[in-house]
């Protein structure tokens, strides 16, 4: 085996010309693009740092698996997390970011990645916080999105009470108020001059990597509250019904087109309703319950 000179741990820390700094592990939402883009400025500064010496340092058999894992062709094993923060010169808090951003990553089911991604909230750095907390905590409880909705057909003031009945299923005064607190943090509402709630028109863009998992949980909940009005809310109130049907791909394209179309004519709808008076919620699911021919 080839001998390669120790490398320290604290190298490259601080800026100058010669010496760019490390990426910050907290300004990624994949540690696959973290570890190449860390290794290539470690590198530019000290030659000898390649995929080969890291494979030597964290016990790899050849150089050619962690082009694998940075390609997503492998995973990173859980044994060899701690080496790779090591090898990387990870302080302790980079290094429980990496851990869990590495899980978050690997997660197969949404679960797990719900599960992590809780813990990336926690753990970012403040100052480099690339997944807003607030933003993220929007989608957390199904309630912030009905609780903003009220306002824009009752005249509400700080009666948290109030505004607790009014949600259905109820939730209670003091998860009304925290509502209220992170919508006025998001800006999504204001105050008018009289002291009551209003509606601020502005949207929380869409895209991230984090964003996508927490609406997953959001459309879960929602779907929840859809069984249960089944049995909560009376017939004449609601709309849900079910169709199971045998269609081709292309068949599944149009009507994937056609719900879209839907949606938007659905959003014209509700953006030209001068007097709402209540507050819904409208889901649609088209999802398929037989295998592929070739799953088979």
Do not use: C
Request: hydrophobic share 40%.
């Amino acid at each position: 085996m080839e001998n390669y000179p120790e490398f320290p741990e604290n190298l490259i820390k601080t800026q100058s010309k010669a010496r760019p700094v490390i990426p910050s592990v907290f300004d990624y939402h994949d540690f696959r693009t973290f570890i190449e883009d860390a290794q290539r400025a470690i590198k530019a500064v000290r030659p000898v740092f390649t995929y080969r010496y890291i494979a030597q340092k964290v016990g790899m058999k050849s150089p050619g698996h962690i082009t694998w894992i940075i390609q997503g062709k492998r995973n990173l094993s859980k044994k060899k997390l701690l080496p790779f923060a090591q090898v990387l010169g990870l302080g302790a808090k980079e290094t429980a970011f990496f851990v869990e951003l590495v899980h978050f990553n690997q997660a197969r089911t949404h679960i797990e990645k719900k599960l992590h991604l809780d813990r990336l909230v926690g753990l970012q750095s403040p100052e480099k916080a690339i997944i807003p907390p607030q933003s993220y905590a929007l989608y957390d409880k199904w309630y912030h999105s009905v609780v903003r909705e009220l306002f824009a057909i009752y005249s509400l003031d700080d009666d948290y009470k109030q505004i607790a009945k009014l949600v259905s299923p109820p939730i209670t005064p003091r998860e009304a108020q925290q509502s209220v607190e992170l919508l006025l943090k998001l800006g999504l509402i204001g105050k008018d001059a009289s002291g009551r709630y209003v509606q601020v028109k502005q949207a929380i863009s869409t895209g991230d990597v984090w964003r996508s998992v927490a609406i997953r949980q959001f459309q879960i909940d929602t779907f929840d509250l859809a069984k249960e009005a089944l049995n909560s809310v009376d017939a004449k109130e609601r709309d849900i019904s079910t169709l199971t049907m045998s269609i081709s791909p292309e068949r599944f394209t149009a009507m994937v087109e056609r719900i879209k179309q839907f949606r938007s004519e659905l959003i014209s709808l509700v953006t030209s309703d001068e007097k709402p008076s209540r507050v819904y919620q409208f889901s649609m699911a088209l999802f398929p319950l037989s295998r592929k021919e070739r799953e088979q």
